[in-house]
């Protein structure tokens, strides 16, 4: 799964991946500059969760995934 950062990608980040009750099940990249993270998906259950992308600054933004 490649999950691209948009606006966040200027500047170093972080992405983690969250089930649907808000637990942080892995952190997926830290201290990045790049315009996007890569994971596999294989390693996690079929379902919906949330990456959460975090600048150095503290902004944040959430992207969906669906696991199917």
Known sequence: CTI???DIAMETWSAALYNVQG???KVLAENQNSTM???NTGEIMR???FIRLTD??????M????VE
């Open 4 to 6: 691209y950062t948009g």
């Open 23 to 25: 637990q942080m099940l």
């Open 37 to 39: 993270v890569t994971f």
């Open 47 to 49: 379902g919906m969760y």
């Open 56 to 61: 150095r600054s503290g902004k944040s933004g």
């Open 63 to 66: 992207k969906k995934l669906v």
